[in-house]
């Protein structure tokens, strides 16, 4: 079965900040997660499930899109008629984390494309799911590999495969 890298989707996203920079436009801060974020998917308090989350801002809005897991925000970046105005994206820096159940809420956040994950290790992420691990350096995320299993990807090298995609029926796909 071939794989589907998200290449022209990482492309894509490079080009979106890039033109929100060159309108003059600065790129919004991470915000910090408060005991009332709800998550877009789950609808439920994220400060009540473990693991790292990820923040979605898209033009237009003044705050993001919060999701319980970053498999769950980078899915929502792939999937069409979803973050069409998507202009960045910030994850947990599980390196900085002081811990897995509860990761602090300032100053870890980190841009999605200057993340290495670990994908596919045997950790759970927010709704007891399957996480994708985000670390700001390459060592740290080899270092959580060895000891919890999955390998080191770029987001460019998540695939289809990885997020579970290539199972699902087509009308899961596309968003009305």
């Not at 045997?122 to 799911?129: D, H, P, Y």
């Not at 399957?130 to 700001?136: A, K, N, Q």
């Amino acid at each position: 079965m071939k794989k589907v890298s998200l290449v022209g989707f990482s492309l894509f996203m490079s080009l979106m900040v890039a033109a929100c920079q060159e309108d003059g436009r600065a790129l919004p801060k991470p915000m910090a997660l408060t005991n009332q974020t709800v998550g877009t998917y789950c609808g439920m308090l994220l400060t009540e499930h473990s693991g790292p989350k990820a923040q979605v801002f898209e033009k237009h809005k003044l705050t993001p899109q919060w999701f319980s897991s970053v498999k769950d925000a980078i899915i929502y970046l792939t999937l069409p008629g979803e973050a069409q105005d998507a202009v960045v994206t910030y994850v947990h820096d599980m390196g900085e984390a002081d811990s897995w159940e509860e990761p602090q809420n300032e100053g870890i956040w980190i841009d999605i494309h200057q993340a290495y994950f670990v994908v596919g290790s045997r950790r759970l992420g927010g709704m007891g799911m399957p996480e994708f691990v985000p670390f700001s350096l390459e060592e740290k995320a080899a270092e959580f590999a060895k000891q919890h299993g999955g390998r080191v990807a770029k987001l460019s090298q998540i695939t289809r495969e990885d997020l579970d995609l290539a199972h699902m029926p087509p009308v899961m796909l596309t968003h009305e």
